[in-house]
């Protein structure tokens, strides 16, 4: 159970189903964009599935008010391998400083659980592609990917190359 309070209202905690709509109503332009182009899912529909799918979900929550959700979706019951995602609301701007610092603390939690943590970025995405970066993962370069076949660069975290 995650309950982590990072300072100025930032919380981060284990998930709920009710913390789901309040980030759809608002989903940031670029995660709306990324999960069309990948998906083609509606916010809602998106953050449903990555909450039901995921082994590990937690929310970040801004003033009480969810303002992001992340977690992994294990790729095969049994495999080494998960896919890390992250879908947020505008207000995620007003704190994802704080996140930022702490991102690479999570990841490192997550890596104990799984081998190698990955998933598609949209190509457009600089600010994520940014973080992912700082964050120490390894982006190849953009290929098509998903529904539109629109540019995305695969991404990963290896247990055995992270940095401490």
């Known amino acids: 159970m995650m309950n982590i309070n990072l300072g100025n209202d930032v919380v981060v905690r284990d998930s709920i189903v009710s913390d789901i709509k309040p980030i759809a109503e608002d989903m940031r332009k670029s995660d709306v964009e990324e999960i069309l ?4 899912r509606k916010p809602i529909e998106s953050l449903a599935a990555g ?4 082994t590990m979900c937690f929310t970040v929550e801004r003033k009480g008010v969810p303002c ?5 979706v294990p790729k095969t019951l049994l495999g080494e391998r998960a896919n890390i995602w992250l879908l947020a ?25 799984y081998q190698c943590l990955e998933n598609y970025i949209d190509a457009r ?15 190849d370069p953009a290929r098509p990917f998903g529904k539109q076949a629109s540019p995305f660069h695969h991404f990963q975290f290896r247990r055995d190359a992270y940095a401490n």
């Open 125 to 139: 995405n600089k600010t994520s592609i940014n973080w992912l970066r700082h964050c120490g993962a390894q982006i």
């Open 89 to 113: 609301s505008n207000d995620f701007c007003k704190c994802h400083l704080k996140i930022v610092r702490h991102s690479k603390l999570f990841i490192r939690y997550m890596l104990e659980h």
């Open 68 to 72: 992001a959700m992340f977690g992994i």
């Open 37 to 40: 182009a990948s998906h083609n």
């Open 51 to 54: 909450y039901a799918e995921s």
